[in-house]
């Protein structure tokens, strides 16, 4: 189940369907990488004034919830042919 990420749009006509803010041209991939390369919550919202501190606590809290996903990977038939 995902939390309430009420900021946190998809629109493929933005950025072509990427997790982004508010329906803006700003993606949640962008605000954690400046996160996770040390940026501060303060120091991003200077260099995007038009961000929220909220708008920077959803794109980590979407993140933390993607990392939660697990793969199961598919086998492989053993016999291929018998598939078909």
């Known amino acids: 189940m995902s939390p309430n990420l009420d900021r946190i749009t998809f629109d493929p006509k933005i950025m072509t369907g990427k997790a982004c803010i508010r329906g803006m041209r700003v993606p949640v991939s962008l ?12 120091e ?11 708008d920077i606590r959803q794109s980590l ?18 016999n291929l042919e018998s598939v078909i």
């Open 31 to 42: 605000v954690v990488n400046l996160l996770a390369n040390g940026k501060t919550t303060a």
């Open 44 to 54: 991003i919202i200077a260099d995007y004034p038009y961000l929220e501190p909220e």
């Open 61 to 78: 809290l979407y993140a933390a919830w993607l990392t939660e996903e697990r793969a199961i990977p598919i086998q492989k038939p053993k």
